[in-house]
């Protein structure tokens, strides 16, 4: 975030001139007292980000506290701080908006492929190209490189993006594919070499954010990815296959469930997992749930987890799922990690339309019979606004 970007959000403060370009993501490792009120800084400013987002403001300020000259050179990512201050500025993200963009670019396609046919039947005829041969050579301008980070640190190298997924081709180990956030799925024939060449799949597919992909154990030309930035904010919360290597992607299968009732929808995918003795089985780890495929990827369902009293049917918050190996009776195994949702809430996310924070706890008391009032969930144990949206009984 750059200082002109953070003095519009710290409207009304009275104390911007000393702040830097770095403070608002990054903390330092300093004295124990400088640490401390740092600490207190960035409490502050988590729950004055979280009370304007909750109340659709524009900024947070002013704050209660002084801001504190961070002078030192030890920076390290704060990415609570900047997640939040992302779902700010940039507001939630939705499933439907990468739907519509696919949709688009589908239409697009088509549209260009209509284009090239009707002009190849014209120059067939004898008649004149609309698009006549030229000598005019384009020239890369960039950008080629990017230094700074979202924290607004400096590095010495370039900036390719933020590698999510790495896979290896089943039949050759060489062959690697990697996803990145915000830059596609890429693919080497040949890892090994000092300066491997990457070549890129998804350019026809009218996203770039890849959350998680996998490769079919029986055939590396069937790719199934998952969309959407599990932190960042970028949209998603759907799959695509291709069956060709990324020359031609499928229709998006949105991720969805349902919450007391209401449909719900993924924006955000965090693993995709094939299993190697069944390629028809697909295992995925969303922001609001697990998802599972038995028909290779046409279509997902949910699948509601074991939990323990008193979250009964709530949701979960996935994020690894690693296979493990044969059972005695010959299935397939897997261990999955994730969270739980504070009963009748969004499981932890910065992406959901209704905003569901991580916390230590869920809110007292959570008793059999006696209604909950649901939460939009605050940072830590301390935080207490728990606004209420709708009561249910605990089972």
């Given at each position: 975030m750059t200082a002109r970007t953070l003095k519009k959000a710290i409207y009304g403060s009275a104390v911007i001139a000393g702040l830097t370009t770095t403070w608002v993501v990054a903390h330092a490792v300093n004295s124990p007292s400088k640490q401390q009120q740092l600490q207190t800084l960035r409490d502050v400013t988590i729950a004055a980000l979280e009370d304007a987002i909750q109340h659709g403001q524009e900024g947070?300020?002013?704050?209660?506290?002084?801001y504190i000259e961070d002078d030192s050179d030890a920076l390290q990512d704060d990415a609570m701080m900047r997640s939040l201050w992302l779902r700010l500025n940039n507001g939630p993200t939705t499933q439907a908006s990468v739907m519509h963009l696919m949709q688009e670019t589908n239409l697009q396609q088509q549209r260009e492929a209509t284009y090239a046919a009707s002009a190849l039947r014209l120059e067939q005829a004898g008649g004149q190209s609309p698009t006549p041969a030229t000598t005019l050579q384009?020239?890369?301008?960039?950008p080629q490189s990017a230094l700074s980070e979202w924290n607004g640190s400096y590095y010495d190298g370039l900036d390719g993006g933020r590698v999510a997924t790495i896979r290896t081709d089943p039949a050759n180990p060489k062959t690697v594919y990697i996803g990145a956030i915000g830059g596609g799925i890429w693919r080497t024939p040949d890892i090994t070499l000092t300066s491997p060449a990457w070549t890129p799949l998804t350019n026809t597919l009218g996203t770039m954010y890849i959350g998680s992909f996998d490769i079919d154990p029986t055939n590396s030309s069937v790719i199934h990815a998952g969309l959407g930035d599990f932190w960042e904010g970028n949209p998603g919360g759907v799959m695509v296959s291709t069956t060709d290597g990324g020359q031609h992607w499928g229709a998006p299968v949105a991720l969805n469930s349902t919450l007391l009732g209401t449909p719900i929808h993924a924006v955000g995918t965090r693993t995709v997992?094939?299993?190697?003795?069944?390629?028809?089985?697909?295992?995925?780890a969303s922001d609001i749930g697990l998802f599972r495929s038995t028909d290779g990827g046409a279509t997902y369902l949910p699948i509601d987890l074991p939990n323990a009293a008193p979250y009964g049917t709530d949701l979960e918050g996935m994020f690894s799922i690693v296979y493990?190996?044969?059972s005695a009776t010959g299935q397939s195994q897997f261990l999955a990690t994730g969270n739980y949702a504070c009963p009748g809430g969004y499981p932890p996310s910065f992406n959901?339309?209704?905003?569901?924070?991580?916390?230590?706890k869920c809110p007292d008391p959570l008793v059999a019979g006696q209604?909950?009032?649901?939460?939009?969930?605050?940072?830590?144990?301390e935080s207490l606004r728990y606004p209420k949206i709708s009561d249910k009984d605990v089972a």
């Amino acid at each position: 975030m750059t200082a002109r970007t953070l003095k519009k959000a710290i409207y009304g403060s009275a104390v911007i001139a000393g702040l830097t370009t770095t403070w608002v993501v990054a903390h330092a490792v300093n004295s124990p007292s400088k640490q401390q009120q740092l600490q207190t800084l960035r409490d502050v400013t988590i729950a004055a980000l979280e009370d304007a987002i909750q109340h659709g403001q524009e900024g947070i300020g002013p704050l209660p506290v002084n801001y504190i000259e961070d002078d030192s050179d030890a920076l390290q990512d704060d990415a609570m701080m900047r997640s939040l201050w992302l779902r700010l500025n940039n507001g939630p993200t939705t499933q439907a908006s990468v739907m519509h963009l696919m949709q688009e670019t589908n239409l697009q396609q088509q549209r260009e492929a209509t284009y090239a046919a009707s002009a190849l039947r014209l120059e067939q005829a004898g008649g004149q190209s609309p698009t006549p041969a030229t000598t005019l050579q384009w020239s890369r301008l960039g950008p080629q490189s990017a230094l700074s980070e979202w924290n607004g640190s400096y590095y010495d190298g370039l900036d390719g993006g933020r590698v999510a997924t790495i896979r290896t081709d089943p039949a050759n180990p060489k062959t690697v594919y990697i996803g990145a956030i915000g830059g596609g799925i890429w693919r080497t024939p040949d890892i090994t070499l000092t300066s491997p060449a990457w070549t890129p799949l998804t350019n026809t597919l009218g996203t770039m954010y890849i959350g998680s992909f996998d490769i079919d154990p029986t055939n590396s030309s069937v790719i199934h990815a998952g969309l959407g930035d599990f932190w960042e904010g970028n949209p998603g919360g759907v799959m695509v296959s291709t069956t060709d290597g990324g020359q031609h992607w499928g229709a998006p299968v949105a991720l969805n469930s349902t919450l007391l009732g209401t449909p719900i929808h993924a924006v955000g995918t965090r693993t995709v997992r094939v299993d190697p003795n069944d390629h028809n089985n697909i295992l995925v780890a969303s922001d609001i749930g697990l998802f599972r495929s038995t028909d290779g990827g046409a279509t997902y369902l949910p699948i509601d987890l074991p939990n323990a009293a008193p979250y009964g049917t709530d949701l979960e918050g996935m994020f690894s799922i690693v296979y493990v190996g044969l059972s005695a009776t010959g299935q397939s195994q897997f261990l999955a990690t994730g969270n739980y949702a504070c009963p009748g809430g969004y499981p932890p996310s910065f992406n959901q339309p209704r905003l569901g924070f991580f916390v230590t706890k869920c809110p007292d008391p959570l008793v059999a019979g006696q209604p909950v009032r649901l939460v939009e969930r605050g940072v830590g144990p301390e935080s207490l606004r728990y606004p209420k949206i709708s009561d249910k009984d605990v089972a």
